[in-house]
T-cell receptor, first 115, second 114 residues
Framework: DAGVIQSPRHEVTEMGQEVTLRCKPI?????LFWYRQTMMRGLELLIY????????DSGMPEDRFSAKMPNASFSTLKIQPSEPRDSAVYFC?????????????FGPGTRLTVL | AQSVTQLDSQVPVFEEAPVELRCNYS??????LFWYVQYPNQGLQLLLK??????LVKGINGFEAEFNKSQTSFHLRKPSVHISDTAEYFC????????????FGTGTQLKVEL
């Protein structure tokens, strides 16, 4: 299996621009998670989906952030407008089911820099 | 609410020496505990997890962890580390009533030196 695929791997943009991060989960996995990692705040869960339905978005920082999962094989995280404080590594992860014991499989991450 | 505390932000150790990375959890109900490793410029990957049964859990790359309910701990150990073990290690807990999301600790940077 190819694992979780994220694109782009690196993104540099200017403040105010729209940014879209993409994720393809492992085929057959039913849960998908979006995380943000920074030195200051560590690893934070932004939102997660089960069977394409958003379950918990309490970690989404503010209305500038939105996430969608239109089908089982694709998800996007959008930031509009972007700000320098959004600079971070964004990870997508998937797990086979919605069970508490499942392993989460992480993608390689997207390093976002907002100038 | 459940949470995990990783007491050490950095742990330097010489190659072939033993290492212990500490993790304490807080929970009033049963928990599932995980250790993940993040190598430089990569995503996290599972080292091991405790679900039930034997309190000593063996994982990949020679790592093991012991679940201690009385001390609410889940420390990670390796008897002899290698340079390639240099990475950041995260302890995580599955949250009761929180669906299948994980709460991660702040991470411990293990640096193995020659």
């Amino acid at each position: 299996d190819a694992g979780v695929i994220q694109s782009p791997r690196h993104e540099v943009t200017e403040m105010g621009q729209e940014v879209t991060l993409r994720c393809k989960p492992i085929s057959g996995h039913n849960s998908l998670f979006w995380y943000r990692q920074t030195m200051m705040r560590g690893l934070e869960l932004l939102i997660y989906f089960n069977n394409n339905v958003p379950i918990d978005d309490s970690g989404m920082p503010e209305d500038r952030f939105s996430a969608k999962m239109p089908n089982a094989s694709f998800s996007t995280l959008k930031i509009q407008p972007s700000e320098p404080r959004d600079s971070a590594v964004y990870f997508c992860a998937s797990s086979p089911t919605s069970g508490r014991t499942d392993t989460q499989y992480f993608g390689p991450g997207t390093r976002l820099t907002v100038l | 609410a459940q949470s995990v505390t990783q007491l050490d932000s950095q742990v330097p150790v010489f190659e072939e020496a033993p290492v212990e990375l500490r993790c304490n959890y807080s929970s009033s109900v049963s928990v599932y505990l995980f250790w993940y490793v993040q190598y430089p410029n990569q995503g996290l990957q599972l080292l091991l997890k405790y679900l039930s049964g034997s309190t000593l859990v063996k994982g990949i790359n020679g790592f093991e962890a012991e679940f201690n309910k009385s001390q609410t701990s889940f420390h990670l150990r390796k008897p002899s580390v290698h340079i390639s073990d240099t990475a950041e290690y995260f302890c995580a807990v599955s949250v009761t009533g929180g669906g299948n999301k994980l709460t991660f600790g702040t991470g411990t940077q293990l640096k193995v030196e020659l």
